[in-house]
């Protein structure tokens, strides 16, 4: 029995190797990311350590472009349970590192479920606004990244995406932050304290988000901030 067991185990894990694997080559063909990033030498493709992944919400395919660019690294991303309710969605899903995380009720299992995959060494890949945009204009952050990024003491690393998945169409393109990591106060965290810092985080992002557009639409730019580009 736990030889079988075992085989089991060792199949799924072939079996989602597969499913990653196909669908990056879908995502490189279908969607052509590219990356440019705000200082390569100290953040490219490759992240160092366990990072909380923010990203802007424009698709439901976001979570497989971001693992598509960063796929020489261990990510889960957070997934709405909605998705599972599709079976050939759900297939996929339990089957790419993801955690379902159910927007219906509170619940504290889905946060605690990411510390725990950020501790084992993996990364997280979340979308704090909730819901897809679809024309990517950016609503404002859920602060539950902050949160994960606070208890499990790791870095955050925003990417802000632009583009409206049409297939075979325009580029994804995305912009790629240097990573930080938010230091405690010495009160405590408090409420006050985390609204604050999501508020800063979401303005980062939207700074990120214009410099992108002016990269990719050829808008004036005043240079001083370089970013180094590459296609995946």
């Known amino acids: 029995m736990a030889v079988l067991k075992q085989i089991v185990r060792f199949f799924n894990y072939l079996l989602g190797y597969a499913v990653r694997f196909l669908a990056i080559i879908a995502v490189l063909l279908i969607f052509r990311p590219k990356a440019v990033y705000v200082n390569k030498k100290v953040q490219g493709k490759k992240i160092k350590r366990p990072t909380v992944i ?4 424009i698709y439901f395919i976001d979570g497989a472009v971001i693992g598509t660019v960063f796929r020489r690294n261990r990510i889960y991303t957070i997934a709405a349970k909605e998705l599972y309710r599709k079976k050939i969605l759900s297939w996929l899903l339990n089957r790419t590192r993801c955690i379902p995380i159910d927007r219906s009720v509170h619940s504290a299992s889905w946060l605690q479920k990411s510390v725990n995959v950020i501790h084992k060494g993996y990364s997280l890949a979340i979308f704090p606004e909730g819901i897809s945009s679809y024309n990517g204009v950016m609503r404002k952050f859920r602060p539950g990244y902050l949160k994960i990024a606070l208890e499990a003491g790791a870095e955050i690393l925003l990417v802000c995406q632009d583009g409206l998945y049409k ?12 990573p930080f990591k938010v230091q405690l106060p010495e009160g405590g965290i408090t409420q006050e304290f985390i609204e604050k ?7 980062r992002m939207q700074l990120l988000q214009q410099k992108l557009r002016s990269i990719r639409y050829g808008e004036k730019d005043n240079g001083e901030n370089p970013l180094d580009s590459e296609s995946c």
């Open 54 to 57: 923010v990203s802007n919400h």
């Open 167 to 178: 297939p075979f169409g325009p580029r994804q393109w995305m912009l790629v932050d240097t």
């Open 197 to 203: 810092v999501n508020e800063k985080i979401y303005d």
